[in-house]
């Protein structure tokens, strides 16, 4: 169980990103680049995606490198992460990494996105009084709205997830109703300081439900016909903002519903962890961190900067997986034959 320094490679979406750890996780470097190509589109192009991480990766690797103030050398093994995610984006930086791996001879781990989500909570320092296990993981962003029950490295049980769109993803289609630019969370949350959360009625989906599977279609729907009559014309700004704060209330309200049932189905919860893009959410937050209370847990989001996708939870998944193989005394984990796997 002797290795050095990770670098790793996040690919999966429309963030190129690097980071090197040293073994006890410290972050020696990083660095993201999200990608401004796709705003004109109003959502992630894969193509687009695919072909900007290829061209930034070399020199992102290379800038990471240079930061750290190590030599490619210098580094243990390489670590990227081959799925979920745009295939595309994925076997550019699968690829990039085994091809790393294999010219310095060094070993390549190949992590799941969604496990790095989760484990992020773990990183050395970030949340007082430590994350250990088992806690209650939230992951709401653009492409993915889900609890999991996270119960050991490699151990994961997924409570419920969206039925249809993300929680993000129904942000950002709303925003976009409303005229507002993308990615729309931001923005929609901004407006929706100037609204009345209590102005227009909106539907609750699956509010008192069994499970904590999550829905956001027919609150989208119910939103586009609030915004009939109104047809081409542009909507008067207090209507706007009422709409923005009566939706961003409904899915803190629905999502607060859920956490409190995924909280019932896992009583052995010790914290309750928030991550993703739309944790930033003000609103959402502080209704999630109400429940933990309620439930005498703590509650956890990590910094936005490590609560959507870079690779610092990427290096540091990889860090965890090798740390539990040779726990267990299995040699160090080289998955240099792997392919992505979009949909892992
Ligand atoms: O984790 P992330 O950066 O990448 C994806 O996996 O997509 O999440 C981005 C998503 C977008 O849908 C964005 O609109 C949403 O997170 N988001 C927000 C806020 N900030 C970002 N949604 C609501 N309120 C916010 N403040
Ligand atoms: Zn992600």
Request: hydrophobic content about 45%.
């Given at each position: 169980?002797v ?37 004109d ?16 990766l ?21 670590a ?12 550019v ?17 190949a ?18 009084g ?9 992951l ?30 129904a ?15 931001p ?14 009625p909106?539907p609750?989906p699956?509010?008192?439900r ?9 609150l989208?729907?119910?939103?586009s ?23 961003q ?13 995924a ?22 937050r ?14 956890a ?8 996708d ?8 990889a ?26």
């Open positions: 169980g290795y050095g320094p990770v670098l790793a490679i996040e690919s999966s979406c429309d963030e190129t990103a690097c980071a090197i750890l040293s073994p006890d996780g410290t972050c020696l470097a990083q660095r993201v680049v999200s990608q401004d190509g796709h705003a589109f109003g959502g992630v192009v894969p193509e687009i995606a695919a072909r900007a991480h290829l061209a930034l070399p020199g992102l690797v290379q800038a990471t490198l240079h930061d750290a103030g190590l030599t490619a050398e210098q580094i243990g093994f390489v990227a992460s081959t799925g979920p995610g745009l295939i595309g984006g994925l076997i930086g699968a690829g990039f990494g085994k091809g790393l791996a294999l010219a310095l001879g060094k070993p390549f781990v992590v799941n996105h969604v496990e790095a989500h989760a484990l992020t909570a773990r990183l050395p320092g970030l949340v007082a430590g994350a250990p296990f088992p806690y209650l993981l939230l709401v962003s653009g492409g993915h709205c889900q609890c999991i029950a996270v119960e050991g490295v490699g151990q994961y049980r997924k409570l419920g997830g969206t039925i249809d769109d993300a929680a993000g993803e942000f950002d289609k709303v925003a976009k109703m409303l005229g507002l630019g993308w990615p729309g969370g923005e929609l949350e901004k407006l929706a300081q100037e609204g009345d959360p209590k102005a227009i909106l609750r699956l509010l008192g069994a499970g904590c599977d999550f829905s956001f279609s027919g989208k729907t119910a939103l016909q609030k915004l009939a009559p109104y047809g081409h014309t542009a909507l008067p700004r207090q209507f706007a903002a009422d709409l923005a704060a009566s939706f209330q409904a899915v803190a309200d629905v999502v607060a519903d859920r956490i409190e049932h909280l019932n189905m896992m009583p052995e919860a010790q914290l309750l962890v928030c991550a993703g893009g739309v944790a930033a959410n003000k609103v959402l502080a209704r999630l961190e109400e429940v933990a209370a309620a439930h005498s847990l703590r509650f989001a990590p910094p936005l900067r490590l609560c959507t870079n690779a610092v939870m990427v290096g540091w998944a860090l965890e997986t090798c740390q539990e193989a040779a726990a267990r005394g299995l040699p160090h984990p080289d998955d240099s034959t792997t392919r992505p796997r979009p949909r892992w």
